[in-house]
């Protein structure tokens, strides 16, 4: 169904339950051969600020590419304009906001303490 709205996508593509794939532009992203999408992944390729934010934020819309046997691990969320390179792992639960080098790991910061009140 995910090919019907104008997804991009390549042979032997396992995409999980629960995943919201762009429902505004689709046609921006792009899944390459092999790759997996987890379960409760969110690939968004646009932003639009409600009018609370406009002065923060602009809206734009990126493409998500998805590259060759990459995997994105379960309830992570890809941003728009990111690219996920071969062979690279999102651990899960990460939110990637740049682009993802081939064959690296990709996991979520350690617990840190900020600052204390």
Known sequence: MHRLRGVNIGENVFIGL??????AYPEYIYLHDNCGINGDVYIIT???????????FEAYVAPV???KNAWIGIRSTILPGVS????AVVSAGVVVSKDVQPNTLVAPAKNRIIKYR
């Open 18 to 23: 629960n995943c919201v794939l762009d429902h």
């Open 46 to 56: 646009h932003t639009n600020p409600n009018e609370s934010y406009k002065d923060y």
């Open 65 to 67: 590419v998805i590259g």
């Open 84 to 87: 996920v390179g071969e062979n």
